[in-house]
């Protein structure tokens, strides 16, 4: 063998880069622009998608006043805090919670502490005689009913 290699097409061996590299700092800037601006986006679009604290709150209360009178305890305990998931049983939410008549939620109120808690009215009508109790709903993973005030 001689000292020189032998190429298939008698040309030299390419050089393995091209040259120096682009900048791509103007890549860089658009991608962390757009990672921000999706951010806000979702920041933005949350509360139109899953509603404002009130709405969930007047949602849940109606869900689960509405189980209770329709006799689907399994469902009205779903939507208790834990603290009241705990105290009561799936069967025993009827009898903390379920009032005579047909129910109807009223707008709810904020509520005073610590916690964001929103008080519901829900007016409870049998045949002429209204009853209205008032549900504490705190945000817990979503909104939750979590006793009577």
Do not use: I, N
């Amino acid at each position: 063998m001689s000292g020189a290699p032998e190429y298939l097409y008698d040309d030299d061996p390419q050089p393995l880069h091209a040259g120096p590299g682009r900048s791509r700092r103007g890549l860089l800037v658009a991608l962390g622009v757009g990672t921000v601006a999706v951010a806000v986006g979702a920041v933005v679009a949350l509360p139109l998608l899953q509603g404002t604290g009130s709405e969930q709150a007047t949602q849940v209360a109606d869900v689960f006043s509405r189980a209770l009178a329709a006799g689907d305890a399994e469902t009205a305990w779903g939507l208790l805090c834990e603290d009241e998931q705990d105290r009561l049983a799936p069967g025993d939410v009827a009898g903390e919670y379920l009032r005579p008549g047909t129910p109807t939620v009223g707008a709810p109120v904020r509520g005073t502490g610590d916690e964001r808690t929103e008080q519901v009215p829900v007016s409870w009508d049998d045949g002429g005689a209204v009853t209205t109790v008032e549900l504490t709903v705190v945000p817990e993973d979503g909104a939750k009913v979590c006793g009577l005030s």
